[in-house]
Structure formats: C-alpha cells, structure tokens
C-alpha cells in the first residue's frame, strides 16, 4: 500500500522559513512526478513545485519562485519543501503527492497518490 506522510508544518512570522518533509513508502519504482499542493478555504488547490524523479527540470509557480525550493531524496523516497520569506498568502494546507509515469503534471486529478495535508500558517 501506498503512503505518503507529511512533516513540518507550523506557525510562522511572514517573512520567516519553514521545511516540509514528506514520506513516500510503499511504491517500489524510483521513478515519478513528485508534486507538492496548496489549498486555502475557497480556492481551488493549486500546484506550487512538481518534479520528475529521474532528472529533469523543476517546475514552480510563479507565486512561489525564488522562495520555494523542492528537493528529493531518491534512496529514501523523501521530498522536502523549503520555504523561505514566508508570505501571509502562503498560509494553506500543503499537500504532497505522486504521479506514476510516463510523464509530470500540474494538474491535481493526474496525481494517484496523496498525503493527508499539513497546515502552515503565517502571521504577520
């Protein structure tokens, strides 16, 4: 069975940093489109970084370019979100997630797997 766990969320102070870890077990390919989300009361969830396991180039959203940095630990199937100058628009409920070959998406409905969500809260 497929898990994913997420780790670190919290409180912050905008402009302050945090680091959201997650756990991927039960999936025995190394190769995936690794994806973190966003979603906020009355907005639709959105894709904030997304990679593709074997290599390739990191996608971003412009809202968080620059301030988000997504990295991956293929041996232990670990994905981090590093989040520096935290803003109070990115206060949400993040989500990691999987998306099995062939290719990488955006797009939430592709992702198979998912995380149960992890609050990150930024005051100012």
């Known amino acids: 069975q497929v898990r994913m766990v997420e780790s670190g969320g919290g409180s912050v102070q905008a402009g302050g940093s945090l680091t959201l870890s997650c756990a991927l077990s039960?999936?025995?390919?190394?190769?995936?489109?690794a994806g973190w989300f966003r979603e906020s009361p009355g907005k639709r969830r959105e894709a904030v970084a997304r990679v593709w396991t074997r290599g390739g180039s990191s996608y971003y959203a412009d809202a968080v370019k620059g301030r988000f940095t997504f990295s991956h630990d293929r041996a232990t199937k670990t994905l981090i979100l590093q989040m520096n100058n935290l803003e109070r628009d990115d206060a949400s409920t993040y989500y990691c997630?999987?998306?099995?070959?062939?290719?990488?998406?955006?797009?939430?409905?592709?992702?198979?797997?998912w995380g149960h969500g992890i609050e990150v809260t930024v005051s100012s």
């Open positions: 997630a999987a998306r099995i070959p062939p290719y990488c998406s955006s797009d939430d409905q592709d992702y198979n797997y």
């Open positions: 039960g999936y025995t390919h190394d190769s995936y489109c």
